[in-house]
Every structure is written in structure tokens, then in C-alpha cells.
């Protein structure tokens, strides 16, 4: 079943989801923005609240482009999309009670620093709990609220070097720097999870009329979103999940005509690449696969090969042989490209006409609005001023211990790897009951990565990656390719308010159990379908790795030295369509509630993708202007880069390096201070951003002589006590050290009765009311709860013996006795 992106109202519906939820925005930058652009789509009654000189957002555009006095940019318009606007000035005193009145009869506020509103003392995060019990208080700044960082100065830029995501990416030769992943992707990321903080908060408050601080950490989310469970990988295994990150193989290529994108993720698609590039000799199956080992001593010849046929011929050729491939979108290009104009997946912003991305997912039947045009500055004044005072909503409910926001919902995980495991586990870490469905002859493929011998026993339950992302969860080992195995599954289906999968869109439907007939097991079922591409459109079927929807949604186009094809970040495309799919879950949660219907959830990987990567197409759209990859060079910050360390790294190389960006002239006067007033840096010129941007290779070469005769503790100290942003770039495995990690305690020591304790990263925010401990118990075992969900379903324990004698049950791989 294809979801075209119609409007609730176009469904018929009464109202969106969120259509009687007030949220205050008293956000700056793009991580709120975009956190209460989603809760307006869902119909949130968003109140944007910005001093006279307005919302610093309103002035950007990452191309520079001339935006006239009075005017907006294009990137606050399309995240500003359905919100309302008013001015404040809180230098007068009755200002303070006209804010304070807003938030009484409101149920939510969004807070960052950056505005003189946020930072007044009178509504910062902790004075607004305090005032106002009754609010969800989202909180999103750099490390969180407390801890011994949590004043210190970042920017997106030194939150990746601190997360452990830049390590080795694009770097293409050892004398270089490795770079970051452009794009602004942690802010995105940010907003998203902190949508999600909000409307999980929500879900307790429901029951209890209590408010909440949700505390997020910009930091944590990179860590999640940016890396691959590194800490646990190497306390439970003894070994770095690599120690070098590697390109993907052949990756972003030169055609005859342009660039393609091709990919092997796994040992048979190399294999395949080698018969298609006509090397069958290349193939060795008795050696393990390594994109850092055989396949990349050849990559050269491979792009050789490359560049004599056009990019069709390639695409073609590729999806014969199933290798993932993809066309490399950017903001020039992307709209334009067959399947988006098939889907319809961009649109034109409703007040100034540009193109800009549609939902990051889609319903059945329509739960979100169309988007209705931003607010000039203070355009709503008038109506939040003279309007009668709406009620309080402020509560005297009684603040005993709240249960767990998903307490209470069983949720069917038929999802694997990286994307659907993200999401469910989320729940599972908040109360949910997740039953996850793997098989005996296809486990989830995250039990197979670890690079863990077979002759080990029990081989498939020492994976830290499975690990990382199923805690929590139960396990059922389940062959529904047989027809006894669907009757199973349709008979658990029946007991679930949640089934959740990321199978490629022909598989359920070939076992007849798409929506249709999910629903006719359980009217009220919400089922999340979670494919690469989306259910329609010519690249529905291709296959759909993480690199893949990076390489044609846009986020590889910023990624990489300007002489370099771009590189896949390889990290984000999957954990971003684990958090877009639980945002949808969640809004599909609230219209359970509120109609008790159930909803289709179509959250297509790429569509996630391709909201994150919104900036490209809404800057070329609206000024004609192509962003392109500067290595670690960006628009917010000058100087910006990575500069090489002292320091010896725990492999013996000179390889450490450290992130400094300044983002204000401020920031400028303290890095001069800092570095002791040398001549260079006191040139006039360099007082400006638009100087320093002019002199960035002067400033470059001076800091890198300056950083190279310091460690990276010592850089650190001396430029945060100036009050300029800076960070390590940390080895991933290493973070959980980091003194602000260890007091808020973001990872969890975590028992497994195959594995060595390890600590386990939990969810980026802190919720004042609780869980104190995430992880409550250890990844499933395979199949470790086959009897017992079984047995709920009525099985006899002679029917579950039968179903284990036959195969269509069981506890260990069905290849695992071979090669024992």
C-alpha cells in the first residue's frame, strides 16, 4: 500500500493529533526549530516567542545569501512552518507576566540558549519547572544541564570531535585530516530527539497532570547517531570496533557522466562486484571480507572501471546483481530525481514558494497537517495579547512515583540491524513490553557483525552490537516462512498494540500479512513499516543500506575535502530512521488515544534523510545557491578545523587532533587571549567572521604550529577557559571516560550471561521523573523466550515442543552445528 501526503483534514478528520497542545518555543537555532516544526505538523499550537530583534535564525543562510532587513531566510521559513510568532521585551517588568501567563495555560516549552528571552533568569529550564510544575520543559544545550561541562562553550562542529563520530572519516590519505560530517547533522538530530523527549514526556504527564524536565544533551545524541555502540563493542569484546574508519567500497565514484554511488556492505556483494567489474579472480571466500583489507587495495582499479561507463550503465549493471547503489542527491539535483517526483516528496513552502522536503513520514489515514505559512516577527501579537487568559493548566495532582511512559504496550520488533532495532528499543528502554522476532535461520544481522569466530561457543550471543540496541527486549525465534510459523506470528500479532518491521516492502506482503491484513487480526494495531525507499516509487525495491540513503538524500554530499568525492558518514542514515520512525509511533500513540483507531505508519528511511538534509534543496531553491563540502570548513563558525595535537594515540601514531570553531567575534577576542596576542592574530581584519573567512588558510597555519606544539588537554583548557568552543577528537570506544558522560550518567554497566559487563549507552536526556537505571535486563538470548510468549498464546507445551522438533522454533542458528 503506497501513503500519498495528504492532510488530516483531506482524510476527513476532526483534528491532528497534537491539535489542543500549546508548546512555547523559546528556542534558538536549528535543533528547536526543528523539534517544533514536528510538533506542528501533527497540529500543536506552536507559540514562538523572540525578543524585538527576533529569532537569530531568521537571519541565516548557510550560501550567505543577501536577506533584506524585515525579511526571513529560507531555512527559518520552511522550519517555522504552521507556528505562530510574538515579541517580548522582558527589560518591562509586565513583559515577565505576560510570559508567565502564556506558559500557565500552555503544556509544553522548548528551551535553548541563545535568545535574552531564554536567558532571562525568570525562564530558564530549571526556573520554569519550578514556576510552572505542570509544563514538559524540553532543555537542549551542548552536554545538559548539569554536570562539570554543562557551562562550557561547543558548537555542533566540537560536539563531533568529543562524540568519537569523526575518528578516520574521508581522510583518504594518513597525512590528512580526517572530517566531519557536514551538514549540520547534530543540531537535526537534536530536534528530532528532543521532539521525541517531548511527546514521551507527554505520555506520563497524561496520566499524571505532572510535568517534567526533559534534559537533553546535544552531545549524547551524536554519540548515539554518530558512532556504532563502540564502548560496549570494546568492553565486551577487548577490542576497538575498528581502529580506523574505513570508506565504503567503491563508494561515491566518477562516471563517464557524472557520480555514482555503490556500496558493499557485506562479503557476497564484494563478491558480486567483483563479477560485475569483470574480475572474477578478485574473489577469495575463504578470507574474511573487509572493506579495510582486499576490497580497498582495489578500489582503484574498480573506479577505473568506473569511469569508462556512464552512471545508468553502472546503476543498471549494480541493482542486477543486488549491490545497493544510489544516485548522489544534492540541493541542485534531489527534487528532480524520478522517485521524489514520484513520491511527491517535496513541496513548495506555502509563503515564499521554494521548494522544501515534505513529512519525514506518512499515514493511514492522515494525521498531519499541511504546512501553513511561517510568522513575520510578532505577527500574532495582537491575539495572545488581547485574547481573554486561557485557563491554567497547572495541576494539583498528586506526584507519587509515575510509571513508565510505555508501561503497558506490547510491541511486536520484527526489525533488524540498526534502523528498526533503534526505535523499538527506545520503548523497551521506557517501559514497553518488546518482543523481537528474529529466526533460527535468519537471526538478526547484528548477532553475525561482531567479527567473532564460529568454532567460539555460542558465537551469535557475544555480538556488543546486538546488545547495544536489545536490552530490555525478549526474544522469539520464529521461521514464518513456513506456514505454522505465520500462524504463530498472526496469533502474537492479535496480542500486540504495536507491530514494528523494516523489511524490504515485498516481503511481508508476499506472507500476506501487510496492513490490510495485520489490521484484520487487530483493528486497532499500529504498524510501522520502515523500507529504505517507502512502499511506492522506482526505487521501492533496491536495497537499502545505511550509506545508500545518505548517498541519495544529500547528507554524503557535505561530507568530505572539496578535492575529494564526497564520503558517506555511514552512521546517520540508520539511527535517523530509528528516531523519525518512533516520532511517527508516538503521534500514532496520541490518535490511539484520543480515537482509538489504529494508524499505518510509512517511515521510508530516505524520507527521514532527506528532512535532515532539508538545507541543500531550500537553499538552491531559494537563492540558486549549491552548498558544497569544505573539508572541516563551515558556514557558522571562522575559524573552523581540525588541527593535529602533541599527543601519541593509544595505537602509537602522532594521530590526535582537536576541534576549535569560533562562532562569534567574542569567541575571537578569547582565542587571542588564549594563544598570548601574537602578532598575526591581532590584525583588524580578522576581527570580523567575513575577515576570518577571507584569511582562513593564515589562520589555519598559525593554529596548526600553535596546536602541534601542545597535548590536547592542555588546548582544551586554555581555549574553554577562554570561552571558545573546542574538543578531543575522541577515539569512539574511549567516551565513556569523558567526565561529563560519567556524571549524568549516559552509560550503564550492563550483565550478560555470555559476555563480560559492559556499559551501555542508554537515551540522550535525562527525565526528571525518572527511570534512574535504562537497562533493567540484558539482550535477549536467541530465542530465550520462545515458551513463555508461546504459552501466553495458549500453545500446549507438547504444540511448542513440535513447533522446536520441526525447526520452526528454536535457540541457535540453523548454520550454527556446520560450522561448529
Known amino acids: 500500500m503506497a501513503l500519498e501526503q495528504k492532510s488530516s483534514k483531506s482524510e476527513g478528520l476532526a483534528v491532528e493529533p497534537l491539535h489542543d497542545y500549546l508548546v512555547v518555543d523559546l528556542s534558538t537555532g536549528i535543533a528547536g526549530a526543528y523539534c517544533t516544526k514536528l510538533l506542528a505538523d501533527a497540529g500543536a499550537e506552536v507559540v514562538k516567542v523572540e525578543p524585538p530583534e527576533g529569532d537569530r535564525l531568521r537571519a541565516w543562510s548557510a550560501s550567505n545569501a543577501d536577506i533584506p532587513p524585515g525579511a526571513d531566510g529560507a531555512l527559518f521559513s520552511f522550519l517555522s512552518c504552521s507556528k505562530r510568532s510574538v515579541v517580548t521585551d522582558l527589560d518591562d517588568a509586565s513583559e515577565i507576566d505576560f510570559l508567565n501567563g502564556l506558559l500557565a495555560s500552555a503544556d509544553a516549552v522548548v528551551w535553548s540558549r541563545g535568545s535574552r528571552v531564554a536567558e532571562h533568569p525568570s525562564f530558564t529550564p530549571e526556573a520554569i519547572h519550578r514556576s510552572h510544575p505542570h509544563l514538559t520543559v524540553t532543555s537542549i544545550t551542548p552536554f545538559g544541564l548539569d554536570g562539570p561541562w554543562r557551562d562550557c562553550p561547543a558548537t555542533e562542529f566540537t560536539l563531533q570531535a568529543w562524540s568519537g563520530g569523526v575518528v578516520g572519516l574521508g581522510r583518504g590519505a594518513p597525512d590528512r585530516a580526517p572530517v566531519f560530517v557536514g551538514g549540520q547533522v547534530g543540531e537535526w538530530l537534536a530536534g528530532a530527539y528532543a521532539a521525541a523527549g517531548t511527546m514521551t514526556s507527554r505520555m506520563r504527564t497524561l496520566d499524571t497532570g505532572v510535568g517534567e524536565l526533559v534534559d537533553l544533551s546535544m552531545l549524547e545524541t551524536q554519540i548515539l547517531c554518530l558512532t556504532y555502540y563502540s564502548v560496549t563493542f570494546f568492553e565486551a569484546l577487548g577490542r576497538p570496533f575498528r581502529a580506523e574508519r574505513a570508506l565504503m567500497v567503491p563508494g561515491v565514484s566518477a562516471a563517464k557522466d557524472g557520480l555514482v554511488a555503490v556500496g558493499c556492505g557485506t562479503a557476497q556483494q564484494w563478491f558480486d562486484l567483483c563479477a560485475m567489474v569483470g574480475h572474477p579472480e578478485w574473489i577469495d571466500e575463504s578470507a574474511p571480507f573487509s572493506i579495510t583489507g582486499r576490497a580497498n587495495d582495489l578500489v582503484g582499479d574498480i573506479r577505473a572501471w568506473f569511469k569508462e561507463r556512464t552512471v545508468d550503465e553502472i546503476r543498471e549493471l549494480a541493482s542486477a546483481f543486488r549491490i545497493p547503489n544510489a544516485l548522489v542527491a544534492n540541493g541542485a539535483n534531489a527534487a528532480a530525481m524520478d522517485h521524489y517526483e514520484a513520491r511527491e516528496s517535496f513541496v513548495a513552502n506555502p509563503r515564499d514558494g521554494y521548494i522544501q522536503p515534505g513529512p519525514p513520514y506518512r499515514f493511514e489515514p492522515g494525521l498531519l497537517r499541511a504546512p501553513q505559512p511561517a510568522p513575520r516577527l510578532g505577527e500574532h501579537a495582537d491575539e495572545y495579547r488581547t485574547a481573554p487568559p486561557a485557563p491554567s493548566r497547572a495541576s494539583t495532582a498528586n506526584t507519587a512515583e509515575a510509571r513508565l511512559p510505555f508501561s503497558g504496550l506490547r510491541v511486536l520488533d520484527m526489525t533488524s540491524y540498526w534502523a528498526g532495532p533503534s526505535c523499538t528499543h527506545f520503548l523497551a528502554m521506557l517501559g514497553a513490553e518488546v518482543i523481537h522476532v528474529e529466526s533460527a535461520s535468519r537471526p538478526d544481522g547484528t548477532r553475525l557483525i561482531a567479527g567473532v569466530p564460529m ?72 504498524m510501522v513499516r520502515m523500507p529504505g525507499f517507502g512502499l511506492d516509487g522506482p526505487w521501492r525495491d533496491n536495497p537499502a543500506f545505511a550509506y545508500i540513503i545518505e548517498d541519495a538524500s544529500g547528507l554524503t554530499w557535505l561530507t568530505g575535502h572539496p578535492d575529494q568525492n564526497p564520503v558517506e558518514p555511514y552512521s546517520i542514515g540508520d539511527p535517523n530512521a530509528g528516531l523519525h520512525g518512533l516520532n511517527a509511533l508516538l503521534l500514532a500513540l496520541e490518535n490511539r488515544r484520543r480515537t482509538g483507531a489504529g494508524t499505518l505508519v510509512e517511515a521510508a528511511m530516505v524520507d527521514a534523510a532527506v528532512n535532515i538534509a532539508a538545507e541543500q534543496v531550500v537553499e538552491y531553491s531559494a537563492y540558486g545557491s549549491l552548498l558544497m563540502r569544505d573539508g572541516n570548513r563551515g558556514p557558522a563558525a571562522a575559524p573552523q578545523n581540525l588541527y593535529r595535537t602533541a599527543d601519541i594515540d593509544e595505537f602509537g601514531r602522532k594521530d590526535c587532533w582537536v576541534a576549535v570553531a569560533v562562532a562569534t567575534d ?29 584569511q582562513h588558510d593564515v589562520v589555519d597555519e598559525h593554529l596548526a604550529a600553535w596546536c602541534a606544539q601542545r597535548g590536547g588537554d592542555e588546548i582544551v583548557r586554555l581555549l574553554w577557559d577562554a570561552g571558545v568552543p573546542v574538543g578531543k577528537v575522541m577515539q569512539p570506544h574511549r567516551v565513556a571516560d569523558l567526565p561529563q558522560l560519567v556524571a549524568r550518567g549516559f552509560y550503564e554497566y550492563v550483565d550478560h550471561p555470555v559476555n563480560p559487563s559492559a556499559r551501555h549507552s542508554t537515551v540522550p536526556f535525562k527525565l526528571s521523573h525518572g527511570p534512574n537505571q535504562f537497562h533493567v535486563r540484558h539482550a535477549p538470548l536467541l530465542g530465550e523466550h520462545n515458551h513463555e510468549v508461546l504459552a501466553q498464546l495458549g500453545l500446549t507445551e507438547p504444540e511448542i515442543a513440535a513447533l522446536e522438533t520441526d525447526g520452526i522454533i528454536g535457540r541457535a542458528p540453523a548454520f550454527a552445528s556446520k560450522s561448529g
Do not use: H
Open 455 to 526: 568454532t567460539e561457543e555460542q558465537w551469535w550471543e557475544k555480538s556488543p552490537i546486538f546488545s547495544g540496541l536489545n536490552t530490555n527486549k525478549k526474544s522469539v525465534a520464529l521461521d514464518f516462512r513456513s506456514e505454522r510459523g505465520r500462524d504463530v506470528l498472526r496469533r502474537l500479532i492479535k496480542t500486540c498494540d504495536v507491530v514494528v518491521e523494516n523489511y524490504t516492502p515485498r516481503v511481508l506482503e508476499q506472507i500476506g500479512l501487510d496492513y490490510a491484513n495485520v489490521r484484520a487480526l487487530r483493528p486497532d494495531v499500529i
Open 666 to 694: 567574542a569567541q575571537w577576542v578569547g582565542l587571542r587571549e588564549a594563544i598570548d596576542r601574537p602578532d598575526w592574530a591581532m590584525d583588524p581584519e580578522l576581527s570580523t567572521a567575513d575577515g576570518r573567512r577571507r
